[in-house]
């Protein structure tokens, strides 16, 4: 298979992980016998410094044309104050919109070795393995009017939540077709006894969820999921939810694994005429600027992100699977980065990758 892929290092610890991530990716195509083709973009603060604007017209160009974007991070402190067109995360903003990407898979499993690098007891987090599907199009970062007027005592912020039926309605799907090849369940988490958006999110999931019947839905307000996560994590499968509602549990999620530093994601979109899902992949950390360039930062969330590209994208669940694996050997050999609190001196980002690369079988 020939594999062409734009690569969008970012800001911050965002060129780090990239690099290994993309290296991870040249030794599986190598030893499956594909051919790939990388090029390269900017986005974020980088972005901005070069070109004024966080998401470049050519970067879009790039984006629409490749099979696949791999995508490190975005943010840098120098542009907390400056206006919203002009913050890096504006970037991220409009590369999914261009793309159409609707519906961000973020895995959150735990890993025997890595149980005593959770605040959790072992014995609450051991055994978690759920996927958070979060729409991502939607909802109050999208909706207009939004936007600060006024001035003195009259100055007001004004955000809109909302979402139509068609936007609700496809990434339910998604979830439970994710869900017919996991545990058969999903969760749907909304604030239904408050907001009518909610109850029009919570009445089609319900419609969704007939043509599913061999799915067991259950519907959850969104507090009472942030509190079941840290309590019970694993009574989770698939966890359905808007836009904000996920971007901020997906989070609290990373916390289960150790470390922010070890989850994929995946941002999905329509499916092509050749079948192939489109798709961004970016590890869910941020750019981490304080530890940018020092080789400190985890690779293994941006290397899972290339796990879920070849399986969504490229429909290569053994290269995958290899993937997948490898990690799994390297954190049992304890090669682990200071985020995951090792036994002794810690790995450093260069180190992690070339092991993840060592231990690929095919």
């Known amino acids: 298979m020939n594999l062409n892929i734009l690569v969008l290092p970012g800001d911050g610890i965002g060129v780090e992980v990239t690099?290994?991530?993309?290296?991870?990716?040249?030794?599986?195509?190598?030893?499956?016998?594909?051919?790939?083709?990388?090029?390269?973009?900017?986005?974020?603060?980088?972005?901005?410094?070069?070109e004024g604007t966080p998401f470049p017209a050519k970067t879009e160009k790039l984006a629409l044309a490749a099979d696949a974007v791999l995508l490190g991070a975005v943010g840098l402190p120098e542009f907390e104050n400056a206006p919203p067109e002009l913050r890096p995360e504006r970037g991220l903003l409009r590369i999914r919109a261009a793309m159409g990407v609707f519906a961000?898979?973020?895995?959150?499993?735990?890993?025997?070795p890595l149980l005593d690098s959770s605040p959790l007891k072992n014995s609450v987090v051991e055994g978690t393995d759920m996927i958070i599907v979060r729409e991502l199009t939607g909802g109050i970062y999208y909706g207009t009017p939004r936007g600060i007027s006024g001035e003195g005592a009259e100055e007001r912020a004004v955000n809109t939540m909302t979402y139509s039926r068609a936007e609700i309605e496809r990434v339910s799907r998604m979830a439970f077709t994710l869900a017919r090849t996991r545990r058969k369940k999903v969760t749907s988490v909304d604030k239904s006894n408050v907001l009518e958006n909610s109850q029009l999110w919570r009445k089609v999931v319900i419609e969704v969820s007939k043509d599913f019947p061999d799915v067991a839905l259950d519907h959850m307000l969104v507090d009472n999921c942030a509190m079941q996560l840290v309590l019970n994590p694993?009574?989770?499968?698939?966890?359905?939810?808007?836009?904000?509602?996920?971007?901020?549990?997906?989070?609290?999620?990373?916390?289960?694994?150790?470390?922010?530093?070890?989850?994929?994601?995946a941002s999905?979109?329509?499916?092509?005429?050749?079948?192939?899902?489109?798709?961004?992949?970016?590890?869910?950390?941020?750019?981490?600027?304080?530890?940018?360039?020092?080789?400190?930062?985890?690779?293994?969330?941006?290397?899972?992100?290339v796990a879920a590209m070849l399986e969504y994208t490229f429909g290569l669940t053994n290269e995958a699977a290899a993937v997948n694996q490898a990690i799994e050997s390297v954190l049992a050999q304890g090669r682990l980065t200071a985020d995951l609190k090792p036994v002794g001196t810690p790995a450093t980002t260069e180190q992690v990758g070339a092991a993840v690369r060592a231990a690929i079988q095919l």
């Open 234 to 265: 694993k009574r989770f499968d698939i966890v359905l939810t808007e836009n904000m509602f996920g971007d901020i549990l997906s989070d609290e999620g990373a916390v289960l694994t150790g470390s922010i530093g070890m989850l994929p994601s």
């Open 104 to 112: 961000n898979l973020r895995p959150v499993r735990t890993y025997k």
């Open 19 to 50: 690099g290994e991530a993309v290296r991870v990716l040249r030794e599986v195509a190598r030893a499956a016998g594909h051919s790939v083709r990388f090029t390269e973009g900017l986005i974020g603060g980088v972005a901005i410094k070069a």
């Open 268 to 305: 999905i979109g329509e499916k092509r005429p050749s079948g192939a899902w489109t798709g961004l992949y970016e590890p869910v950390h941020g750019s981490a600027p304080d530890i940018a360039g020092q080789n400190k930062a985890n690779p293994l969330g941006a290397i899972g992100s």
